[in-house]
């Protein structure tokens, strides 16, 4: 059965999958705008926006680690991480390939060093104990099981016991089936981009919100996607799974 994403409002939002949601990004990026770093910046302010309102008022005393992948998943955790710097939280961030990052994701990553961004390596992570983890690491993206690097990322998160707020998809679940062919994350909370996937599964969103990229509906509609925006005034909703 085709799962249906539903608003508090009862509005339905349609679900795409990898395929279609790459298509979407590409026409944005060389047709309709926004750019690449635009949407990437979209996605990491609304995530960081998205952390704070999940700590509530002990966002000023959290610890929060940000496990980031070299792709634009990873860009969008990254920059996530400097607005989080930007406001004095204590964030440190872990790259789960820092020497195959992708030009959008090296330029957030100069810009989170200019914000006094700290880095930790994975093997600083063991015996952490953060307030929250945002996992970046994989987005629609994923093609079987995850890389080793990004694996044990996984694993720590898993054995951590600390609530994971993820970007987009949680790491390690197919975007178009829901299927784990590897090491997954099970978020507490999902913050996923501009359209729900139709691999998101309940058993590892946790709660799901979706946020606004700023992609104009024409992008949708050129690849046959009816799409009315569900936001109003708002640039996140929250999104249940009828």
């Not at 959290?62 to 990873?74: D, Y």
């Not at 629609?140 to 987009?168: C, E, F, T």
């Not at 997954?184 to 979706?210: C, E, F, I, M, S």
Request: net charge neutral; glycine share 12%.
């Amino acid at each position: 059965m085709t799962a249906r994403f539903v608003t508090e409002d009862g509005v339905e939002v349609p679900a795409v999958t990898a395929a279609q949601m790459r298509e979407i990004d590409r026409g944005a990026i060389e047709e309709t705008g926004p750019t690449l770093l635009q949407m990437m910046e979209h996605a990491g302010r609304s995530l960081a926006r998205e952390s704070l309102d999940r700590l509530g008022e002990s966002w000023r005393r959290a610890r929060i680690v940000v496990l980031a992948g070299p792709g634009g998943n990873g860009g969008g955790g990254i920059c996530a991480a400097r607005h989080l710097a930007n406001r004095g939280v204590d964030v440190r961030l872990c790259l789960a390939a820092p020497d195959r990052l992708g030009d959008a994701a090296i330029f957030q990553r100069e810009i989170y060093a200019q914000a006094g961004g700290q880095e930790v390596a994975r093997g600083a992570l063991d015996g952490a104990r953060p307030t929250l983890i945002i996992d970046a690491l994989l987005g629609y993206s994923l093609r079987g099981a995850p890389r080793p690097d990004m694996a044990a990322l996984i694993r720590w998160a898993a054995s951590s016991g600390i609530p994971v707020l993820a970007l987009d998809v949680p790491s390690g679940v197919d975007a178009t089936t829901g299927e784990t062919p590897g090491d997954a994350v099970t978020a507490t909370w999902t913050l996923t981009l501009a359209l729900p996937k139709t691999g998101l599964r309940a058993a590892y969103t946790g709660d799901l919100v979706l946020a606004d990229l700023g992609i104009p509906a024409a992008a949708f509609r050129r690849i046959g996607i009816p799409y009315t925006s569900p936001f109003g005034t708002r640039f996140r909703v929250p999104l249940r799974l009828e």
